[in-house]
């Protein structure tokens, strides 16, 4: 990089600020010791506003921490929901010992694509009488660029049940669960339909 010159306005400014300083003697400084009882800054009064005392750099309630944090990932979601089905049949599920009857795999598809391709395949499948199939999400694309805004892994696999858990296909839906390795894993699931009536 080229060191580039000051002009005249400039220098006359550095010269005085030069002259208006003063020296320090490292014998005449003062250490300062922090007293966490008087030195920290007064409590935010109650009824202010948590938007005002962030812009007053007060913090209001719990302390966030440093890293970002998402909402829970849909996966941990669907893992955790009560079991609709019966308990028996749901264990043979998650050990992958069920066959699916039918499966629909989204890889390379966007969001506008996979929605309508979703809704047909769950319909066309509860219209068939069949009671356990396979949605293929994949896994996703690590695509988080250590920006300021955290970026969710997986877009398929985030939205999928949550379209699941949607009309007109959640009247359809009887339980969503994480397929088996042999079927996929974390990048499919199993989508127990309810009996066609």
């Avoid at 005392?53 to 849909?74: C, D, E, M, W, Y």
């Avoid at 660029?145 to 949607?166: D, F, K, N, Y």
Wanted: glycine share 8%; charged share 25%; hydrophobic share 35%.
């Amino acid at each position: 990089m080229k060191r580039r010159r000051l002009s005249a306005e400039d220098r006359e400014l550095w010269d005085r600020v030069r002259a208006s300083a003063e020296p320090i003697e490292r014998g005449n400084l003062e250490v300062q010791r922090f007293d966490p009882d008087t030195d920290l800054p007064a409590p935010a009064p109650r009824n202010m506003t948590k938007a005002k005392s962030v812009l007053l750099g007060r913090s209001v309630g719990k302390t966030s921490s440093t890293t970002h944090n998402l909402a829970p990932a849909i996966h941990d979601h669907v893992r955790h929901a009560p079991v609709q089905m019966d308990q028996k049949s749901f264990g043979k599920l998650k050990r992958g010992k069920l066959r699916p009857e039918a499966k629909l795999d989204l890889h390379g598809m966007t969001l506008d694509r996979a929605h309508p391709a979703l809704l047909r395949f769950v319909m066309d499948s509860h219209g068939n009488g069949k009671r356990l199939i396979l949605v293929v999400t994949g896994k996703g694309k690590q695509r988080d660029e250590g920006g300021p805004i955290p970026v969710r892994h997986g877009v398929l696999r985030h939205q999928v049940p949550q379209w699941l858990a949607m009309q007109p296909l959640k009247s359809v839906v009887l339980q969503i669960a994480q397929a088996h390795i042999s079927h996929g894993g974390g990048g499919a699931y199993y989508v127990y339909l309810r009996r066609h009536r």
